[in-house]
């Protein structure tokens, strides 16, 4: 799995904080011994994304567990739908609960808000990214999610994509003066964005080759005309206040992409409850 490395310390930091030195309560009352099966079940509709982690929050405790979904990552469920069995030691089923189902509810809230943007989009073109715009430490999950509720990944971090923004571009002097002064100092492969608000920085940026232009807060007039002045030449994507009912109307511009802050910024954890049964 990409990102093993982010994965594995965003778990220790969740069992440290969650765990630290032992469950005191199910230590003083549950034998080491015993063992049961505990069953996740759906409590609202929606697409499901985290059971590959869960799993390895309850591997973290237990190998010889017994992991037995009943749906997979990116699949749509109904309430009332069982989507996980699992078998293990009585203690180890409690330790991984709440994480477990912490992890498992705000990815599959992410999924399932993702898919309904998705879902507007049918028939067009036009793909739906996600953003920056993560909760710290969770990006990776949060951009697993997207990707389960049939969206596309934007860039990771600042790293593995140049974005030239307003600030950049104040401080440059000009688009032109920006994208060169990234272009010298970049590995070859890295892609160049840069957002403008306008279509004379359009031009600007079409000019100095830029890989990707964001039109950033455009009416659907001003897109559909930067659309055509781009040409092909540059992918485009549109950014600023994208909502579902505006999604058809702004795809219809033309642009490659559409990037929503609300997918990963604005969360709705589905709901999901656990039952343990003594095996």
């Known amino acids: 799995m990409q990102y093993d490395k982010l994965i594995n310390q965003l778990i220790d930091l969740a ?25 996740m ?14 799993r390895r929050v309850y591997e973290y405790f237990e190998k010889d567990i017994l992991w037995e979904p009943c749906v997979k990552d990116g699949s749509p469920v109904k309430k009332g739908d069982i989507i996980l069995r699992i078998e293990a030691s009585y203690r180890c089923l409690l330790l991984g609960e709440r994480l477990s189902l912490n992890i498992l509810q705000r990815m ?55 974005m030239i923004k307003d600030n950049h571009i104040k401080v440059a002097g000009g688009i032109t003066n920006a994208v060169k002064a990234v272009r010298a100092n970049i590995p070859a492969g890295i892609k160049i964005e840069v957002e403008t608000t306008n279509l004379n920085e359009v031009r600007e940026a079409l000019a100095v080759q830029a890989d990707i232009i964001m039109l950033d807060n455009m009416s659907n007039t001003e897109m559909a005309e930067a659309v055509k002045i781009i040409n092909g030449q540059a992918q485009t994507e549109a950014s600023g206040n994208m909502s579902i009912p505006r999604l058809k109307e702004v795809a219809a511009t033309g642009v490659d992409f559409i990037s929503v802050g609300a997918l990963t910024h604005s969360v709705s954890a589905l709901d999901i409850s656990m039952n343990i049964k003594n095996n």
Request: charged share 25%; glycine share 10%.
């Open 15 to 39: 069992i440290e904080e969650d765990i630290a030195t032992g469950d005191v309560t199910t230590n003083s009352i549950i034998p080491a011994h015993s063992r049961a099966v505990a069953e």
């Open 108 to 162: 599959s809230g992410i999924a399932t808000e993702t898919a309904k943007y998705v879902k507007e989009l049918a028939g067009t073109h036009t793909r739906l990214l996600d953003t920056r715009k993560t909760a710290p430490g969770l990006r990776v999950l949060d951009k697993m999610a997207v990707k389960d509720g049939g969206a596309t990944n934007h860039r990771m971090g600042l790293y593995d994509m140049a």
């Open 41 to 54: 079940k759906m409590k609202a509709d929606g697409v499901i994304s985290g059971l590959e982690i869960a």
